[in-house]
């Protein structure tokens, strides 16, 4: 994904040997009933560290936060932040809406600022008429275009593709074809289960399983990579999130709950 290539500029680090994660909290308000945030720290970490630590923060704050849709609405909507968290200017964001079954991608948007490079990319998608309507916002100027969309609704964006395997985990058993919209170009992945370990909540352990979204082989190569880690219970907790780039990744790190509309959608 082409505008993951220059957020990895910042954010950059190839991934070592798992760490233990750290123990998560649980602080859900009941004055959210229709709001699921999770909170993370973030870090880079690796051999580039120092290099983007003259440059740009190497570890901060992150913000997982998932709306659904109350009586009259049809949408759902999911935002990632990403900050310093230590009064530094600077962000990288990315925000999905979908339809209320969480099937198809109704919009994408994903930017980013920090120094004097920003660049902010938006898409719509309009489903009855098959296009795909771009806004793009760049140091340089604005740019608005429009162009056919893929001959499929099977289309999902970063915070969509994360959002199904938290619904669709339990029958995921081997890899699951998609494709990944990313900053104007679409590409085919697969979602494929991974290995087990455990993460710790409120002193608890509890077994989770990760999920990678990956290239499909002999396809058009998507220059980056995801991977997951949910709990193997019905709340499907993403405990871990690694953003990874053709040669780094950024890493993500529950430290707490802090409101508990799990897969409201669902229900």
Known sequence: ???MRNIVMALLLVLSSP???????????????????????????????????????????GN???TYPRAGEHSINSELLITPGNGEPGFFAYESEMDVAGRQTLMTYSGYSWGNKTRKVRAVFDYVKRLTRIHKETSKGVENT???????????????????LRQNAASINGPVTTTIYTDGHEYPVQFRP??????????????????????????????????VWLSEDARRIPFR??????????QLDLQSIEACSFLQAQK
């Open 241 to 250: 999130i690694e953003i990874a780039e053709s040669f780094a990744s950024l």
């Open 64 to 66: 997982l936060k998932t």
């Open 19 to 61: 760490t233990l994660a750290f123990a998560a909290e649980v602080n859900c308000n009941p004055g959210t009933s229709n709001v699921e945030e999770f909170r993370y720290s973030w870090r880079i970490r690796g051999a580039i560290r120092f290099l983007a630590g003259l440059m740009f923060p190497t570890s901060g704050v």
């Open 1 to 3: 994904m082409r505008n």
């Open 146 to 164: 429009v162009k056919p969309m893929p001959g499929t609704d099977n289309l999902r964006d970063v915070l969509t593709a994360i959002y199904f």
């Open 194 to 227: 991974g290995e087990r370990r455990t993460f710790v909540i409120e002193g608890k352990t509890i077994p989770a399983r990760a999920f990678e979204i990956g290239d499909v082989p002999g396809g058009k190569k998507w220059p980056g990579g995801v991977k």
